[in-house]
């Protein structure tokens, strides 16, 4: 536990000016970042007397072990310079709010030649259009089917598309008038994109433009006795009402907005948010956080404006947000607001009225989803809280580890040997710190010498960052790791001594990231010897202070080093179930690279050892020729008929093509019957491939 008197910068060396600040551990990991409108004023808070500070923040100055601080011109750069830095350092004491499960929203993609809707989750891609959240998948394909007897609109995947497209024959729905069949011909590339963008309009709230238009359009089938017609168009009305029954109108004004409340208790906060957008609630999402410093509602409010709309732009931004309580100072969020969306954005508290009343509606929803949460993890904090203190028990271990890293080897008889490395802090999976390895050392099938080279290299790399309190860049890019770019932009570091000293992102950035935090438990997939060769890694590094166990699959046994006997933990332990989770997620990770290894050698051929030869470039090259066969027969004048082929590389290919051994035949899997190439007219390792005759067998059931 640090002193902040240790690092405390002296006084008159912090500027009296707006600036982001981050405090860093022992490690240069960033633990906090926040933002000021006087960087002397709100840093001095931090260096008061420590009994008068909350018991969170008390926590976090006695963690850091420097602070550092970036001066910006306005409120409004540092608020999106600390937006910034939160989504890339992940600071563990900052407010960070997880979603509770994946929204799921009903996208159009208008980016294709013929736009798709669908059911999106996770980040969204530029060109799409979103509506949504949703709670249920199932509630945007009743809205849809219900939709397209109105809009037509493609609903296939490009698979479905393109097989279509060659047999000249649309799916069902084209058949059923459910889909305008553009896969065929029906519609043309433009009219069907105009087709998306009228249910995009539908969807946006701009409903009476088309009922009224429908109607229009059944009274006159009705009086040219067209009866047919105006039933279909009568029936297409209603399911347009029905769509817009699924969402009540709340607001009587049309009005868009997004309406923010806040349930909270000492330690944790639940954020609620409804969508509405032309007076219905088109959305609804809500998010829990921990309360890891003080804070208040207005606050919590600011940093959910930003996990909201930190990545939005244009009309996903509303013009108004309705909230509980407004942040402080309030200009520079909505000046930002407005930025964000290009024209001028209200955040207000809604103080009668229906909105009023709405917000009403979210606030329980909001109370609802904390008092949810709260039963929800009661158990499961208690849980993993007993597995980390029955493993530190069983261990002999001064406390409690808190991040363990796991390592298993994977490779298929002796063939592209490759490790895992999965890390679990508090008992959770922290997937963005998973790293993957190529055995390089030496070939063949050698679990402990394998193991051997991972610890080292892992911990050579750990040894190398400390030493250089910075990022370091090494050439090896076998692992997942590799060097990012900054804008090197100068900052103002106050270290243990309190001097300021220069320094820049791409030296010293505090990314949770890469090798520069080391675990308390050092677990790995295997008995006995890969425990001790872990352990020799260890010690000829010279490392003491990490803890090294093994966990054996055929008992579930623990090893530990130097001991002839294992610990058996019982099978009812919470401890011995977090190590199972542990080593099962590194066997997951490794198989998982390895397989992705072994598909890729597989699909390997002649244009693989062509420099410069991407896949882009590979598929244009089959598509022109339409074979492998034609390809590798083809002249070099011929090559460079070829859009983006020049002549040198044409040499080049039919040189590879030259050099490379004739190919097995290939094999219909279904009939047993040897095709020629010209019949397979795909490139190897394309979708739809024939097994090639003599091609290893996928025996997962000796994979390691």
């Not at 977090?578 to 597989?602: M, N, P, S």
Request: hydrophobic share 35%.
């Amino acid at each position: 536990m640090a002193d902040p008197s240790s690092y405390r910068p002296k006084p008159g060396q912090i500027p009296d000016s707006p600036g982001v600040y981050r405090f860093r551990d022992e490690h240069r990991r960033v633990i906090y970042v926040g933002k000021a409108k006087s960087l002397r004023q709100r840093l001095a808070n931090y260096f008061q007397d420590l009994a008068g500070l909350h018991p969170r923040t008390h926590a976090m100055v006695t963690t850091a072990a420097s602070v550092e601080w970036t001066v910006v011109s306005t409120e409004v750069e540092a608020l999106q310079l600390e937006y910034s830095w939160i989504k890339e350092y992940d600071p563990r004491f900052n407010v960070k709010y997880r979603d509770d499960k994946s929204y799921p929203y009903l996208a159009v993609t208008m980016n294709d030649e013929f736009p798709r809707v669908q059911v999106m989750r996770g980040h969204k891609k530029k060109g799409v259009r979103y509506f949504g959240p949703y709670a249920h998948a199932w509630a945007i394909r009743d809205t849809v089917d219900l939709l397209l007897r109105v809009f037509p609109v493609r609903t296939c995947s490009a698979g479905v598309f393109k097989n279509a497209s060659r047999t000249g024959r649309p799916c069902l729905l084209g058949y059923i008038g459910k889909c305008s069949a553009p896969c065929v011909g029906r519609i043309s590339p433009d009219d069907h994109w105009e087709l998306a963008d009228e249910f995009c309009d539908f969807m946006t709230g701009r409903t009476g433009t088309y009922l009224r238009r429908l109607e229009k359009q059944m009274t006159e089938a009705a009086e040219e006795m067209e009866y047919e017609r105006a039933a279909r168009l009568r029936d297409d009305i209603e399911a347009l009402r029905k769509a817009m029954e699924k969402n009540a109108v709340v607001l009587a004004d049309a009005t868009d907005a997004d309406l923010i409340a806040v349930a909270e208790d000492e330690l944790e906060a639940a954020v609620q948010i409804f969508h509405v957008r032309g007076g219905r609630v088109r959305g609804q999402r809500g998010w829990v956080t921990d309360k890891v410093e003080e804070i208040t509602t207005g606050a919590l409010v600011e940093h959910a404006l930003q996990q909201l709309y930190g990545e939005e732009t244009g009309d996903a931004v509303p013009k108004e947000v309705l909230v509980p309580a407004l942040p402080d100072p309030l200009e520079p969020v909505q000046e930002w607001l407005t930025a964000r969306r290009g024209s001028n954005v209200s955040l207000r508290i809604p103080q009668r009225g229906d909105k009023r009343a709405l917000m009403e509606t979210v606030e329980r929803n909001a109370q609802h989803g904390l008092v949810l949460h709260k039963t929800k993890r009661a158990s499961d904090l208690t849980t993993r809280s007993r597995a980390l203190e029955e493993i530190a028990e069983a261990l002999d271990l001064d406390s409690a580890p808190l991040r363990i890293e796991c390592y298993d080897i994977s490779h298929l008889q002796g063939d592209d040997v490759v490790a895992s490395m999965v890390v679990f802090e508090d008992g959770l999976a922290r997937k963005s710190e998973y790293r993957r390895f190529q055995i390089k050392g030496f070939e063949g099938q050698d679990d402990v010498r394998s193991m051997h080279e991972v610890i080292t290299r892992r911990f050579r790399r750990y040894l190398a960052d400390k030493e250089r309190t910075g990022e370091w860049v090494d050439g090896d890019t076998d692992d997942a790791d590799t060097a990012d770019a900054t804008d090197g932009s100068a900052e103002i570091t106050a270290g243990a001594a309190g001097a300021p000293i220069a320094s820049s992102l791409t030296e010293d950035d505090g990314r949770p990231k890469r090798f520069a935090y080391p675990p308390q438990l050092v677990v790995v997939d295997g008995g006995q010897p890969q425990v001790a060769a872990a352990k020799r890694a260890l010690d000829e590094l010279g490392i003491d202070d990490i803890a090294v166990c093994g966990l054996a699959k055929r008992l579930e046994e623990v090893w530990l080093p130097d001991d002839d006997d294992p610990v058996v933990l019982p099978r009812t332990s919470e401890g011995l179930y977090l190590l199972q989770r542990v080593r099962d997620e590194a066997h997951r990770f490794a198989i998982t690279y390895q397989r992705t290894k072994r598909a890729k050698r597989f699909r390997a051929g002649p244009l693989d050892d062509v420099p410069g030869l991407g896949e882009t470039r590979k598929q244009a090259l089959v598509k022109h020729f339409g074979s492998m066969k034609r390809l590798r027969s083809a002249t070099i004048d011929q090559i460079c008929e070829v859009p983006g082929i020049g002549r040198k590389t044409a040499e080049t290919i039919v040189a590879a093509f030259a050099q490379a051994a004739p190919t097995a035949p290939a094999v219909n899997t279904a009939t047993g019957e040897i095709m020629d190439e010209e019949e397979s007219g795909t490139m190897p390792g394309s979708p739809g491939e024939p097994v090639a005759a003599g091609a290893p067998e996928d025996r997962r059931g000796q994979e390691t």
